[in-house]
């Protein structure tokens, strides 16, 4: 692998689980991306590589030891967390565990798995086709539902309430940016106060973004619960009111 210092950019993709995306190399954890997830190298510094992430743009620097050559995905992972095995069957060991939206190729179908082309095995029922959409992201959002919070989180192991919203709208094929203040941005269209909240609206507070599921209840990653939790609205707001974060700062519907 050799990015900008051989004087081109390159293409490379995830090979582990997680990776971290950091401000500076060696540095703070600013996003996550999955396995199978392309990056475009432009330069190194420090020994890791200044990527771009395809799935969003965003920027940061990555260990090259995490990344291989890119290739085009078939599959992704479509339940919570599945995991590869060395055979198939479901007694084999198992090598490693994937999060929901972990992009793989996948050659061939051995009985109930599929086969990686990295000779591992996958249960069938746990990937889609990689193309195919959500039409729900509060169904998506569901998923994760307890999963801890972890600033800069994207996978099942951890999540803040940007990364939630970004998996669960990237499922659905709308883009959506790694950061609230980017979604307050440029996510849908600002509603006027005090309209009724509906499903799969978003709700933002200076730093923070959750999904309305009914005009009653929100999902939302958050520290206060440390984790993936629902919320009735008026006690979000309250709560959030309460601990010194202000208001809602916008009503956006997609």
């Given at each position: 692998?050799?990015?900008?210092?051989?004087?081109?950019?390159?293409?490379?993709?995830?090979?582990?689980?997680?990776?971290?995306?950091?401000?500076?190399?060696?540095?703070?954890?600013?996003?996550?991306?999955?396995?199978?997830?392309?990056?475009?190298?432009?330069?190194?510094?420090?020994?890791?590589?200044?990527?771009?992430?395809?799935?969003?743009?965003?920027?940061?620097?990555?260990?090259?030891?995490?990344?291989?050559?890119?290739r085009?995905?078939?599959?992704?992972?479509?339940?919570?967390?599945?995991?590869?095995?060395?055979?198939?069957?479901?007694?084999?060991?198992?090598?490693?565990?994937?999060?929901?939206?972990?992009?793989?190729?996948?050659?061939?179908?051995?009985?109930?798995?599929?086969?990686?082309?990295?000779?591992?095995?996958?249960?069938?029922?746990?990937?889609?086709?990689?193309?195919?959409?959500?039409?729900?992201?509060?169904?998506?959002?569901?998923?994760?539902?307890?999963?801890?919070?972890?600033?800069?989180?994207?996978?099942?192991?951890?999540?803040d309430?940007?990364?939630?919203?970004?998996?669960?709208?990237?499922?659905?094929?709308?883009?959506?940016?790694?950061?609230?203040?980017?979604?307050?941005?440029?996510?849908?269209?600002?509603?006027?106060?005090?309209?009724?909240?509906?499903?799969?609206?978003?709700?933002?507070?200076?730093?923070?973004?959750?999904?309305?599921?009914d005009?009653?209840?929100?999902?939302?990653?958050?520290?206060h619960h440390?984790?993936?939790?629902?919320?009735?609205?008026?006690?979000?707001?309250?709560?959030?009111?309460?601990?010194?974060?202000?208001?809602?700062?916008?009503?956006?519907?997609?």
């Amino acid at each position: 692998m050799s990015g900008k210092a051989h004087g081109t950019t390159q293409r490379f993709q995830v090979t582990v689980p997680v990776a971290d995306l950091r401000k500076t190399p060696g540095g703070a954890r600013v996003r996550q991306l999955l396995m199978g997830a392309i990056v475009t190298a432009s330069g190194q510094r420090d020994g890791a590589y200044m990527v771009e992430a395809e799935q969003d743009g965003y920027a940061g620097f990555i260990d090259p030891a995490l990344l291989a050559p890119a290739r085009p995905a078939t599959h992704k992972v479509a339940t919570l967390a599945t995991h590869l095995y060395k055979r198939p069957d479901l007694k084999s060991e198992d090598v490693v565990s994937l999060s929901f939206g972990t992009l793989l190729t996948l050659t061939d179908r051995d009985g109930a798995f599929f086969r990686t082309q990295d000779g591992l095995f996958v249960p069938a029922v746990h990937v889609a086709k990689a193309h195919l959409r959500y039409r729900d992201p509060v169904a998506v959002a569901d998923l994760f539902l307890g999963t801890p919070y972890l600033w800069g989180g994207n996978s099942r192991l951890g999540l803040d309430c940007s990364g939630l919203v970004q998996t669960a709208l990237l499922a659905c094929g709308v883009a959506c940016p790694g950061d609230s203040g980017d979604q307050e941005r440029v996510l849908g269209k600002a509603l006027a106060p005090r309209t009724a909240p509906q499903r799969g609206d978003l709700m933002f507070w200076r730093g923070h973004v959750a999904l309305v599921v009914d005009p009653d209840l929100l999902i939302h990653a958050n520290a206060h619960h440390m984790a993936v939790a629902l919320e009735p609205v008026t006690d979000a707001i309250a709560r959030i009111a309460e601990q010194g974060d202000g208001a809602v700062t916008s009503h956006r519907r997609l």
